[in-house]
């Protein structure tokens, strides 16, 4: 029998004992290269594959600060 103060391994964190999730790998359809930016991800399309129709709008709005923050 192990006692737990003789274990040298410390206990996992809760939550963290399965096995960790592994990221699915995603290629661009056209080159086949991995992709790692999550709108490349989503499109499965590199930024040098995309065409400019297919790029996703980008939305920059002055937002007015929280109160109590800075």
Known sequence: MTNA????RPEPLPGTAS???????VTCRRC??????PESRILRLGPECR???ERVPR???DQDPLP???
């Open 59 to 61: 939305h920059e709005v």
């Open 5 to 8: 103060a003789s274990d040298p």
């Open 32 to 37: 086949h290269r991995p992709l790692h930016d």
């Open 68 to 70: 109590g923050i800075g």
């Open 51 to 53: 065409d400019p129709a």
């Open 19 to 25: 096995p960790e999730a592994v990221r699915s790998r």
